[in-house]
């Protein structure tokens, strides 16, 4: 019954932190990985690999997004842009190689609140296909991305529609 008890505590404490997953971390280990900031919240844990990261079912705006490379050479890169909300499109591509980090969207800055509506992602060909998902606010998972420049670039979630992301997916297929 102690045990049962425990278990219950420790699940509704990591529902009501906005735990994204068990594998969350907090330094960033994987191939591609990317942290959320998310609204009222701030910055989550890493993920990495596909793996979701941010929140579902809560109403709460994806802000930001932070991306690292771990590729093992300076040679592969990523990069990615956001569109927010009142905004539209980033009008550059940010972009990291091996070890280094990139920031698309806003944190929540006073008279630049836009919740991200969608991004788009390329990564150099070096290194493989972008794949990834996004959860969008009264929809849920999107059927997939969309591509462009021959499958280097995807795009993730919507544009147009008004439609606040809550949490994603990327990697590298």
């Known amino acids: 019954m102690t045990r049962t008890l425990a278990a219950l505590a420790l699940t509704v404490a990591a529902l009501a932190t906005g735990a994204t997953q068990a594998s969350a971390r907090s330094a960033p280990t994987g191939f591609i990985c990317y942290q959320a900031h998310v609204q009222n919240i701030g910055w989550m844990d890493w993920n990495c690999d596909g ?22 050479t300076d040679s592969f890169k990523v990069c990615a842009k956001a569109h927010r909300s009142n905004y539209g499109w980033d009008d550059h591509y940010e972009c990291a190689s091996n070890g280094h980090d990139i920031q698309i969207g806003t944190t929540g800055t006073i008279g630049y609140y836009n919740p991200m509506e969608a991004m788009r ?10 794949d990834g998902n996004a959860y969008v606010r ?3 998972w999107l059927p997939g991305p969309t591509f462009y420049n021959y499958g280097g670039t995807m795009e993730i979630g919507t544009t147009g529609r008004g439609i606040p992301m809550e949490s994603f997916w990327i990697k590298s297929v």
Do not use: K, Q
Request: no cysteine; aromatic share 8%.
């Open 138 to 140: 009264n929809i849920g």
């Open 121 to 130: 992602v390329y990564f150099d060909v070096s290194m493989g296909t972008p």
């Open 51 to 72: 793996e979701w990261a941010g929140t579902r079912d809560r109403a709460l705006n994806l802000e930001a997004v932070r991306i690292h490379v771990n590729s093992g």
